[in-house]
């Protein structure tokens, strides 16, 4: 029978109607930790009370003008974006794939400006994942994805993930950027070492061409620095963010440098959408709440405390988890058991996990979760190990 909606997402049979810091409630009143945000996009909790009155209050001005029109909102955002990072420019749009399809054109054009319009090529890394778009599933090259729905956009080329040899052997004449994320999050909570993202840097300076960092899922807070290429101590040319920058309103952006950005002129780009007054408002309440004085030492205590208890649990069930890793409040749980099945255990314990590849079940709780909230969680996934033990027996 055809589905009302179409059915390409595998669905938890379970629906929430409402959300309070890191709870998210059923109809009839169930209770369920989250510890997935929405695939770390409630970064400041549910219906926090900051981006609850940023969002009524524009929305009792004005929902939608145009970009063929001044945008003060995303002007006052972009401003806050720039005072905490590398950028100096900014393009709004609507999701992290479209951020990347904004970063992926600006390497290119950027080069076209320098008079090198061959360095066309945007090298990748294997268990990327960079969105749905054609573009950004040519770049990320994960044949399960793309298959089917060939031919691939070419102007992609893939090498494996921290294979510094391989990736100074890829670059050439045509190559325009590096493209990768500093911890791999749909891959299975992979993350980069940060002396590679500093041989990445050198790399791209040696050779004029642009580091582009994907900071979709690792930014705004998530690994206890505001952007996770802060822990290596570099700049990216280019950086695509969304997910948490919005909290749980859609919203994406492409940062850049004054100089990678130099081919983005007017009609190069553009969205109906991106850069929404609703959208930017919320956008604007984020950056305060997570740039807040302690709001990251909130993240990183919670982090370690995370981190000890799981690598406690996996010394404890060595036969249902085989790895813990991961950075900040963005930890990867390796199963020896079925990941899926892992997930669906937890769930019957009113925990929400995400699933990631390689085996790995996600835990991405919201930015402001506490002591409190990581014991709980500990107690729910030390009676979902227990469950399998039980099976077994
Ligand atoms: N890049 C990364 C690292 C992601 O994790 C995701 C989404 O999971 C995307 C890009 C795509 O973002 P969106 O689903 O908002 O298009």
């Known amino acids: 029978m055809i ?40 970064s400041c909790g549910h219906a ?12 009792q001005k ?15 955002l972009a401003r806050k974006l720039i005072d905490v990072t590398f950028a100096d420019t900014v393009f709004f749009c609507n ?52 298959e089917g729905f060939e031919p691939r956009m070419p102007g992609f080329h893939q090498v494996a993930f921290g294979d510094h040899a391989a990736l100074a052997a890829a670059i050439n004449e045509h190559t325009a950027a590096l493209l990768i994320e500093p911890v791999q999050g749909e ?16 790399l791209c300076d040696d050779h004029g061409i642009l580091l582009v960092l994907d900071e979709v899922q ?75 004085p302690g709001f990251l030492d909130n993240v990183q205590k919670q982090s ?5 208890k799981l690598a406690a649990l996996k010394d404890t069930y060595p036969d249902v988890i085989e790895d813990v890793r991961g950075s900040g409040l963005m930890m990867g749980i390796k199963c020896r058991v ?7 255990a937890a769930l019957a314990e009113k925990l929400l996990l995400i699933g990631a590849g390689d085996n790995v079940v996600r835990l991405l709780p919201p930015l402001v979760v506490s002591t409190d909230d990581v014991n709980e969680a500990i107690t729910k996934l030390e009676r979902a190990c227990m469950s399998f033990k039980a099976k077994a027996a």
């Open 187 to 202: 891959g299975g909570i992979r993350p980069l070492p940060p002396e590679e993202l500093r041989a990445m840097r050198k």
């Open 304 to 308: 370690l405390l995370l981190k000890q």
């Open 218 to 292: 690792t930014g705004m807070g998530r690994t206890g620095k505001l952007f996770a290429h802060e822990w290596a101590g570099i700049t990216p040319d280019i950086m695509a963010i969304a997910k948490g920058l919005g909290g749980g309103f859609p919203i994406g952006a492409c940062l850049a440098t004054e100089d990678a950005a130099i081919g983005m002129t007017a009609a190069t780009h553009g969205s109906t959408f991106g850069g929404n007054p609703l959208a930017t408002a919320v956008g604007s309440a984020v950056v305060d709440v997570i740039t807040a």
């Open 62 to 76: 004005i929902w939608h003008t145009s970009n063929i029109y001044q945008m003060p909102g995303q002007e006052k």
């Open 338 to 344: 079925k990941n899926t099945d892992f997930q669906a």
């Open 95 to 146: 999701s992290g794939a479209e951020a990347l399809e904004c970063a992926i054109k600006m390497a290119r054009k950027y080069h076209v400006a320098k008079g090198n319009p061959q360095r066309q090529t945007i090298i990748t890394f294997a268990g990327a994942f960079h969105g749905r778009t054609l573009a950004t599933l040519a770049a990320a090259g994960n044949e399960k994805y793309l």
């Open 48 to 59: 926090h009370p900051r981006l609850v009155a940023a969002l009524t209050e524009q929305a």
């Open 3 to 42: 589905q009302p909606v179409l059915p390409t997402y595998n669905r938890a049979p379970v629906a929430f109607v409402r959300g309070e810091g890191c709870r998210v409630f059923t109809e009839n009143g169930d209770a369920y930790l989250d510890f997935g945000a929405g695939v770390a996009v409630t």
